[in-house]
């Protein structure tokens, strides 16, 4: 597996250019990737080279829009996916492998309804994806509060989005997320075990914790803990047990708040040191 230092997630406002030689010091193995950069190819080669020089390789791709949600039109997600075929044919060529969405657990369709038009959104991106040379994740969402948004309930679990990209002829992965794990069933061990044991449709891994003496169905999305911070969810052995048959995924940090201030309010060297710092308590 790929130890992946992600800006976004992390919020660290610093550019690829200050962060990567201090990322490769401290056993950092991939870094964001700007999507400026995937509408020139040849700023993108040369970053690239610059970027292998050190050491370091692309994390996950940008996408161009939140491909599932309700308010994307069909003619807004055929804009979309116009500019990932073109980002995407870029990023294949300079050894972006991985990307992923989230489904939201919520909709103003009705389940049936809104189970097929999933299908074939996933089934056109990851089409596309695939084509590149990328693997394609689906993230579930767990946190309950998300489920209440519109009119009807969707899929909020691992099974739920393995049953779309099992529809949509099983070219995406999954994207799994230790918080949204937790939220969607308090940690339950079967979708856990499942996971580690066919890691060859594991793409990314999103690691963080819960929030303390809240619980599972009343934790609030933005609001989580550093991977081993709390202790609610047992990161590390998540991570262990992905690792042991896992080859290519990404696995990266993803607190939100209070997390993502703290990261944003330091410098350059303080944000990857203490992200490595997290790493080596996960991997100890």
């Known amino acids: 597996m790929i130890r992946t230092l992600d800006t976004s997630m992390l919020n660290i406002g610093y550019s690829y250019r200050d962060l990567a030689p201090i990322a490769a010091e401290h056993g950092m193995q991939a870094i964001s990737i700007p999507h400026t950069l995937l509408d020139d190819p040849q700023k993108a080669k040369e970053a690239t080279d610059w970027l292998h020089s050190l050491g ?16 994307l039109t069909d003619d807004a ?28 657990p919520t909709s103003p369709r009705a389940f049936d309804e809104n189970f097929a038009w999933h299908v074939g959104r996933v089934k056109a991106v990851s089409t596309v994806l695939r084509d590149s040379g990328i693997r394609y994740g689906l993230e579930f969402l ?10 009807y309930e969707f899929v909020h679990s691992l ?28 940690g339950c061990m079967d979708d856990l075990l499942y996971m580690a ?21 009343e934790q609030r999305d933005m609001q989580r803990r550093l991977p081993m911070e709390s202790g609610v969810i047992d990161t590390a052995d998540i991570l262990r047990r992905f690792k042991a048959t ?12 209070p997390g993502r201030t703290r990261f944003r309010s330091m410098s350059a060297e303080e944000a990857v040191r203490s992200a490595a710092e997290i790493f080596a308590k996960l991997e100890a």
């Open 56 to 71: 370091l390789g692309w994390g996950l791709l940008p996408l161009p829009a939140d491909f599932y949600h309700w308010d």
């Open 77 to 104: 997600f055929e804009h979309a996916l116009e500019i990932l075929k073109r980002r995407a044919d870029i990023a294949g060529k300079i050894g972006v492998t991985h990307a992923y969405n989230h489904v939201w």
């Open 142 to 151: 767990g946190p309950h509060e998300l489920r209440t948004w519109q009119k």
């Open 159 to 186: 099974s739920g989005v393995l049953a779309i990209a099992d529809a949509a002829d099983k070219i995406a992965g999954i994207a799994f997320d230790t918080f949204h794990w937790y939220c969607s069933s308090g």
């Open 197 to 217: 044991c066919h890691t060859e449709r594991l793409v990314a891994v999103h690691l963080n914790d819960a929030v303390e003496g809240v619980p599972y169905h």
């Open 246 to 257: 896992a080859n290519d995924a990404l696995y990266m940090i993803e607190p939100f708040e």
